[in-house]
Nanobody, 123 residues
Framework: QVQLVESGGGSVQAGGSLRLSCARS????????MGWFRQAPGKEREGVAS???????NYLDSVKGRFTISQDNAKNTLYLQMNSLKPEDTAMYYC?????????????????WGQGTQVPVSS
């Protein structure tokens, strides 16, 4: 059974940094894609960053240069380093995974989801 567990969220002031982690288990596919998504109250879920088996990445335009997605396969962990945080980054952040080729920021292609971690950014 695939499990994704996020951690690292919490309150932060604008301009600050956070690193989110997503520990995965039961996920043994040779080819895969993993992503970070966020959902603010009253808004649709949007893709923030994705990374595939080969380390190819995609980013939401508004986070380029501020956020970095990475993975440690030895630890089965996905990360999202978030720098220069802005109040508009406030949201619940989710980790997601899918098997096979094909990767990106469309949430509908992902099969597995974590429970989310809250990131409130104050001005």
């Amino acid at each position: 059974q695939v499990q994704l567990v996020e951690s690292g969220g919490g309150s932060v002031q604008a301009g600050g940094s956070l690193r989110l982690s997503c520990a995965r288990s039961g996920f043994t596919y040779s080819f895969y894609c993993m992503g970070w998504f966020r959902q603010a109250p009253g808004k649709e879920r949007e893709g923030v960053a994705s990374i595939n088996t080969f380390g190819d990445t995609n980013y939401l335009d508004s986070v380029k240069g501020r956020f970095t997605i990475s993975q440690d396969n030895a630890k089965n962990t996905l990360y999202l380093q978030m720098n220069s945080l802005k109040p508009e980054d406030t949201a619940m952040y989710y980790c997601a995974a899918k098997s096979g080729t094909g990767c990106g920021l469309n949430p509908y292609i992902y099969n597995y989801w974590g429970q989310g971690t809250q990131v409130p950014v104050s001005s």
